[in-house]
C-alpha cells in the first residue's frame, strides 16, 4: 500500500505560480513512476504530467508543455510539480498518483492513465483567477 498526500494548492491569480507537492509513504515509492492528474468540474480526469522512477523520462501533456515542470526526490519520497504561467483554465483538483513497475509510453498515461494508476491521493484545489 501507498499513501499519497497532495499539499500547495490555493488561489493565484493569472500569470502566477505554484508548486504543488505530494508526499508518499511506503517502501515502493523509489520504484514507482509518478503522476499528476486534474479534474475540473463538471469535467473527465485528465492526465498532467508523468516521471519515471529515476526521473530519466517524463510525459507531459500539451496543455501544459512549457509552463508545467514534474520532478521528484527519491530521497523524501515527494514528487513536486511546478506550474508556472497559470490560466483560468487550469482551475481542478489535482491529484497525485503512483504506478508500480517499469515506465510506460508517454501515451499511456495520456490515454489509460486516469484509471490505470495504481494508487491516489486525495487532491488539492488549485484556483486561478482571471
Known amino acids: 500500500q501507498v499513501q499519497l498526500v497532495e499539499s500547495g494548492g490555493g488561489l493565484v491569480k493569472a500569470g502566477g505560480s505554484l508548486r504543488l507537492s505530494c508526499a508518499a509513504s511506503?517502501?515502493?515509492?523509489?520504484?514507482?513512476?509518478m503522476g499528476w492528474f486534474r479534474q475540473a468540474p463538471g469535467k473527465e480526469r485528465e492526465f498532467v504530467v508523468a516521471?519515471?522512477?529515476?526521473?530519466?523520462?517524463?510525459a507531459v501533456a500539451d496543455s501544459v508543455k512549457g509552463r508545467f515542470t514534474i520532478s521528484r526526490d527519491n530521497a523524501k519520497n515527494t514528487v513536486y510539480l511546478q506550474m508556472n504561467s497559470l490560466r483560468p483554465e487550469d482551475t481542478a483538483v489535482y491529484y497525485c498518483a503512483c504506478k508500480n513497475g517499469g515506465w510506460y509510453a508517454s501515451s499511456w498515461y495520456q490515454d489509460q492513465g486516469r484509471t490505470g494508476m495504481d494508487f491516489w491521493g486525495k487532491g488539492t484545489l488549485v484556483t486561478v483567477s482571471s
Open positions: 511506503g517502501r515502493t515509492f523509489s520504484s514507482s513512476a
Open positions: 516521471v519515471s522512477r529515476g526521473s530519466r523520462y517524463t
